[in-house]
């Protein structure tokens, strides 16, 4: 073995390289010590301890336990009628309900699936009968609410939504055609409780 | 900062506490006698008058702490309260509403002195890099700062950006829920952003106390981007700067006190007087106007980068428009690094000169477009060829990244500087020979 195992172990690290460097072919390879193993084990434990730490610090930014708690929505749905569409609460964010008229129906199925950016047939949208269309009526671009819901506002050039902000059109089974939104309008988890009423989530 | 040779002061009580803590020789040292390049001009006014903004900030926004509450169903009407019954609540609310436009318009100008000038140039990449995190950090609290009212542009504002960060891949939601804390824009997010709101700016006193600091080291730029050879191109910082940056922030006031006292909304935007409606999104969603420029390069990018002829999708143009938007920020940080003309000053770099405000000229046509809805038509040919917002955006943004990441590195190389003066000195001499011979 080289001199520098020689040397005293209470050396710092940092002398033990100049040392070698003076003395040695300068690019030979230390030979780990037992203090190198301490500074290794002890740095690693502090990293694990201070991250322990930091973590309740961050993660109590993460939605809390009434916030998720908020579990369901009931909706009634025998009132709603054809070619009408309702706009209820969930977690914070509006759902859409349209009762969507045979002519709605045909029209989303008429389209070539694999000409859509977010590629989802019809029958993907709905649950037992397409009458029924439920989204998350928030635009998956940035997250405004799209209009199409009242009488008189603003469908798009494909008759579903319109987001006024920045341009996206989706059709009437809520699948984007046209702007920058990324993906349909998301169905969100629901179930019908009887043929008058779901919920959801 | 440290313990030099120390001159003895008269006052006894001053000499007391100095000899103790050498704190009057340092003022003394820093901002009395100060070497300063004696050839300054008023672009050299902007670094004291965005400190004056800063410390107005802090205070206009620590007494409106005090009347405000930060929940969803109190925050709107306390703005109101203090807009109508608190005493002066009106005037401190509009000094700080306005002071944060007047606070970017000093930045901006200050951005722009140190591109015009090479002030980013080495030995100032360091003071130049704080420089551009202060204008970082002054973004975010401004986001924060305009989503306390929780009117409509508050909450859709925020819920625009805060969505920005979903474009991320695979971490996107759970990134953006614990921005929220929850599933949207809701009382969480209102209490954090007031409480990062609170702190921001004392973060910000911190990286200035480092540029500043990181400013003393290397000493001012000037105009003519020579560095100071001799006595006799330096003024001691006091009077003769003192005095120049007092004229220059009483006329700045002056115009800043307009605003506040005759036309305090002209900056804003009247949707904030709605009351936040999580149901119903403004007809048209804008930023402040500072931001404007970075949101017409987020809007710029509305297609997706993939490979050509394949459904194979790269970069989502959502993705793509965040990329863009945080990218322009970017070229910021990396301009001393993309700009390595040895001459400083654009004055003695013709081709610079012209690239550089042309650059200014589509920042502006960016915040013009910014402020415009979305693919609205500006000029029609027929129905074929249609010229929208969205391309007058797209080719702008295109000029901004290529000034910084192909003009500069090409005119590093290429660009031929006109003669430079000898000295500060001989610059200034110069100039007044040829007012002279031109009078």
């Known amino acids: 073995m080289s001199s520098h195992e020689n040397l005293p172990n209470s050396s710092h690290l940092a002398q033990h390289h100049d040392h070698q460097d003076g003395e040695c072919c300068g690019h030979c390879e230390p030979e780990p010590t037992r203090r190198d193993f301490l500074f290794m084990t002890a740095g690693a434990m502090g990293a694990i301890a201070a991250g322990s730490v930091a973590w309740p610090f961050i993660s109590q930014m993460n939605p809390a336990a009434d916030v998720k708690a908020m579990a369901t929505t009931e909706v ?31 029209d989303a199925n008429a389209v070539d699936v694999s000409t859509l950016r977010d590629k989802q047939s019809d029958s993907e949208r709905f649950k037992v009968n397409p009458k029924w269309l439920v989204v998350v009526g928030i635009c998956t671009h940035l997250g405004c609410v799209p209009l199409g819901q009242k009488t008189g506002e603003m469908k798009g050039d494909y008759n579903g939504w319109f987001c006024p902000c920045h341009g996206s059109a989706y059709d009437t089974s809520g699948r984007i055609r046209k702007g920058p939104a990324p993906q349909n309008l998301h169905v969100p988890t629901y179930s019908f409780i009887s043929d008058t009423v779901i919920r959801i989530g | 900062m440290s313990a030099g040779p120390r001159t003895p002061f008269g006052n006894p009580v001053v000499e007391w506490v100095d000899s103790r803590l050498p704190i009057f020789t340092m003022i003394n040292k820093e901002y009395g006698v100060f070497p300063t390049p004696k050839n300054f001009n008023y672009f050299w006014n902007f670094g004291a008058i965005a400190m004056f903004m800063l410390v107005t900030m802090i205070v206009t926004g620590i007494t409106l702490a005090m009347n405000y509450a930060a929940t969803t169903g109190a925050a709107f009407d306390s703005v109101e309260r203090i807009m109508r019954d608190v005493n002066y609540g009106w005037l401190i609310r509009y000094i700080h509403m306005n002071g944060a436009s007047f606070f970017f318009i ?26 551009v995190t202060i204008f970082l ?5 401004a986001f924060m700062g305009y989503v306390l009212p929780w009117g409509q542009m508050s909450f859709w504002g925020a819920t625009v950006i805060t969505n920005l960060f979903s474009a991320f891949p695979l971490v996107g939601t759970a990134i953006v829920e614990w921005l929220w804390g929850g599933f949207s824009v809701d009382n969480p997010t209102l209490n954090r952003f007031f409480a990062l709101h609170y702190l921001l700016p004392f973060v910000i006193v911190g990286v200035v106390f480092l540029h500043v600091w990181a400013l003393h080291v290397s000493g001012s730029n000037n105009p003519s981007g020579v560095e100071p050879k001799s006595a006799q191109d330096t003024l001691p910082f006091h009077p003769y700067y003192t005095m120049k940056d007092m004229f220059g922030l009483v ?10 006292f005759f036309m305090p909304n002209a900056l804003g935007h009247p949707d904030n007087y709605i009351p936040a409606n999580p149901l119903v999104t403004p007809a048209h969603i804008v930023p402040e106007w500072y931001f404007l420029p970075f949101y017409a390069i987020l809007r710029a990018v509305n297609f997706d ?35 390595k003309h040895p001459v400083r000053s654009a004055r003695y770099r013709p081709i610079y000169r012209v690239a550089l405000l042309l650059f200014v ?10 402020g415009m809805p979305a693919d609205s038509p500006l000029i029609h040919f027929g129905d074929f060829f249609i010229f929208t917002t969205t391309h007058v955006s797209q080719l702008l943004t295109l000029y901004y990244f290529g000034f910084f990441l192909a003009l500069l590195p090409y005119l590093s190389k290429r660009e031929k500087p006109l003669p430079i003066p000898e000295s ?3 610059a200034v001499l110069k100039n007044k020979a040829n007012s002279v011979s031109g009078a």
């Open chain 1, 76 to 106: 009634p749905i025998a009132s709603i009628q054809e070619g009408q569409a309702v706009t209820v609460m969930w977690r914070g964010k509006p759902v859409f309900i349209r009762h969507r008229t045979p002519k709605e129906i045909e």
């Open chain 2, 106 to 131: 000093a930045v901006f100008i200050h951005i722009f002195r140190g591109m015009y000038y090479g002030s980013f140039k080495a030995p100032r990449e360091l003071l130049w890099i704080f420089g």
């Open chain 2, 137 to 141: 950090l002054m973004m975010a609290t």
């Open chain 2, 251 to 260: 006329v700045f006031v002056t115009i800043y006190a307009i605003f506040i």
């Open chain 2, 305 to 339: 980068i993939g490979i050509p002829f394949t459904d194979i999708v790269i970069i989502e143009a959502k993705l793509g428009g965040v990329l863009a938007m945080f990218g322009s920020i970017a070229m910021l940080f990396a301009m001393p690094w993309l700009d």
């Open chain 2, 361 to 370: 000229a589509a920042v502006f046509g960016l915040g013009k477009v910014g």
């Open chain 2, 424 to 426: 500060i000195h001989d």
